[in-house]
């Protein structure tokens, strides 16, 4: 109806006016979203009025601020050599700026030209500041902060600068491996999918349809050096006081192969993608390799292998680290409509997620509704992974645009075998801890993460068998002496438990007595060569691990252990 939703458009202040602050418009009587949708000749009867405030005194004040805020990634320079970076200082207030500055550390030397200035208020209101970072005879991270003091009473402007030193300096270089079904981007900074559509594990006869969000290692000592590449996209800059994470960055180019199959010892291949990186203080470096497996029976997940040593800047050995992977798988947990279901296979190191919803509004049928999408994980040296844990992305993701240091840190520092942390029933991460505590040394530590999903129209029962693919592809192609079953006896005391009922008593040796003497059940595996009945940890099994249990029980002798 014509006035009844009058509107003000066009507000514009009038010129030519030194007295008062005038503000002229056009009092739009019949609104509309267009002006053909305005009815009649109405739009031409619209008045222009003006409001007029007097002019009031400005209290002063000086602001004073810096593009770019702070001196991150990528800056760098090789070793010997020096980088500049134009520090671009703006005056948001209404009086001139005088400032000084000042190095709050002494982990890069920088050199400021000039050492103290002024910005002037009004227009123009900017001034420029050269620094100047190195040169540094060593590789790695060195990280310093620029001070500007002015105003009085005092105030500051601190400028965080981290310079990296390396002789090769690579930028991430995101590839594409595919399988027979689909496809995935990895990097040679341990990050895959990269929340890029479409090469997300995503399958070629729906690429609207991708099962994984981002996916990153993560490692670190501490809450406050933790380091990792999912999310990057949105998080931010890293190195903030509110959430101290690092990146992870690389020290190759990517070298991809992702149109031959190399060949494997059972007549088959792979595609594979490698590089190098390191944490943020560039203590600890890593190689990655991306395997896409070739068989179309293996074409539902790929593996990563990773060789983590001593970084540029260790100087002994790297304590208390931990390391993880990440996966933010969405099956389909990204839509309101879908929530996920989580499960935890401790006997596969493996946590996996299934899409309990029935679709989308107005369609019948989605790929990954009620899909699977996992992540288990192997340590090579035979030690048992530190568990795992699945946590609501609404929660521990959203508010801050990416994973925080305090929770992920809590989280790892708390894992001891599988739970399921689950804020909400929908958007899930699935986090691996591979290590926890670790002691670095000389020694290298190497694992294999696995990536591993089925669509709903394969109607999985579960990811058990696609696990045991994955294991057997990790045995043919990347760890040869890989067990059959590469989860190891939670302690050396299970190698006793033949019956595999939680404790060890003498039902345990009678079920070896009747395995050995009357074709009764096999002793439950325990990766050791003949499982939980080799008591005695002597690569077999008979009487003389019964007898050797018996021992034990009744007349304190030694407790048995893994061969």
Known sequence: TPTYCADESFTSSARYVNDSLRIEYLEDLDAGSFVSNESGTKELLNPIKFISYPCIDMAPYRVLSSTP??????????????????????????????????????????????????????????????????????????????RFTYDSPAKTLDIPVDFYVFDSWFLEQDVSLRTAHNRLLVNQTAQAANSNLGTAFTYFDDLTENFITDASLIMGNSAQNLSWRIYKSGQGDPGSTDNNFGWLYALTNTDADSTSYYPGPNGYGYRIASGSGTNRDTTVGFDVSWYAASHVDSADFYVAHFDVYKGLKATGDVNGLSIAFAADWDVPSDSS????????????????????????????????????????????????????????????????????????????????????RRDTTTDQTIVMVVAKGYTLTSTHLKFDVVLLGKRAQDNPTGLAGLNSQAQAFIKNYIWPSMPSDPVLCPSCNSCGDANDDGGIDISDAVFLISYIFSGGAAPHDCNGPNGKGDANGDGGIDISDAVYLISYIFSGGAAPHCP
């Open 69 to 146: 805020s702070a001196i991150k990634y990528p800056f760098h320079a090789v070793t010997n050599v020096t980088a500049t970076q134009d520090l671009f200082l703006q005056n948001g207030g209404n009086l001139a700026i005088s400032w000084t500055s000042s190095l709050l550390g002494g982990g890069c030397p920088i050199v400021l030209a000039p050492t103290f200035g002024s910005v002037p208020a009004g227009c123009p209101n900017s001034a420029t500041v050269v620094a100047t970072a190195g040169p540094l005879g060593t590789e790695g991270l060195f990280k310093n902060t620029i």
């Open 337 to 420: 409509s879908s929530n996920n279901s989580v499960h935890l296979d401790a006997a596969r190191q493996m946590i996996y997620l299934q899409g309990t919803g029935t679709g989308k509004p107005g369609t019948t049928y989605i790929p990954r509704t009620q899909g699977f999408g996992g992540t288990a994980a192997y340590r090579e040296d035979g030690v048992p992974i530190a568990g795992g844990f699945a946590f609501g992305n609404k929660e521990q993701v959203y508010p801050n645009r990416g994973l925080q240091v305090d929770s992920v840190w809590k989280y790892m520092d708390l894992t001891s075998g599988y739970t399921s």
